[in-house]
T-cell receptor
């Protein structure tokens, strides 16, 4: 069991470009969660998805950010027109149906230059 | 507003010491509390999860307690080792099985 896989591990984008972060949940896990860790801050919840459904996106910025978890393939967190303030570590976690607690991936560190 | 606070923010101890990391939370309607370890530049590793109906959980040299009435959890590390050096995060869930509120962590350094 490979665990929660996130790629890329590091991503550098220039201001105005798009960033796509991928997350493959653990085998058998149907729930995916995205968190963001800004420098010197705690992790903040962004969005909770199940296959083909966004369950809770209350932590997502209103503009430029979107997330999906298609029927096939990984979950994608997409940031359009990135700005320097988007520089952070983005963590994905997954869980099976009805189970308490997460398994986290190793994160994607986004740097906007 | 739900908040999770961790004290101290940083801690440096000699190898072999027993130590306690503190976590306090403002929402007493806690569902569960989880302690994680984060190594520099890496992801989070779940250490212990305590359900609201439980008082403590143990795993090896680690023991975590939960006191809902006072809004506190502690992580006890026995006989600390240099390999324990990391940032320790606690996170509270109050809305079912998802959406954790994280503290900012305690950065632990165990000196050989």
């Amino acid at each position: 069991n490979a665990g929660v896989m996130q790629n890329p591990r590091h991503l550098v984008r220039r201001r105005g470009q798009e960033a796509r972060l991928r997350c493959s949940p653990m085998k058998g896990h149907s729930h995916v969660y995205w968190y963001r860790q800004l420098p010197e801050e705690g992790l903040k919840f962004m969005v909770y998805l199940q296959k083909e459904n966004i369950i809770d996106e209350s932590g997502m910025p209103k503009e430029r950010f979107s997330a999906e978890f298609p029927k096939e393939g990984p979950s994608i967190l997409r940031i359009q027109q990135v700005v320097r303030g988007d520089s952070a570590a983005y963590f994905c976690a997954s869980s099976p149906e009805g189970v308490t607690g997460y398994t986290f991936g190793s994160g994607t560190r986004l740097t906007v230059v | 507003k739900q908040e999770v606070t961790q004290i101290p923010a940083a801690l440096s101890v000699p190898e072999g010491e027993n130590l306690v990391l503190n976590c306090s939370f403002t929402d007493s309607a806690i569902y569960n509390l989880q302690w994680f370890r984060q190594d520099p530049g890496k992801g989070l590793t779940s250490l212990l999860l305590i359900q609201s109906s439980q008082r403590e959980q143990t795993s090896g040299r680690l023991n975590a307690s939960l006191d809902k009435s006072s809004g506190r959890s502690t992580l006890y590390i026995a006989a600390s080792q240099p390999g324990d050096s990391a940032t320790y995060l606690c996170a509270e869930s109050t809305s079912g099985t998802y959406k954790y509120i994280f503290g900012t962590g305690t950065r632990l350094k165990v000196l050989a």
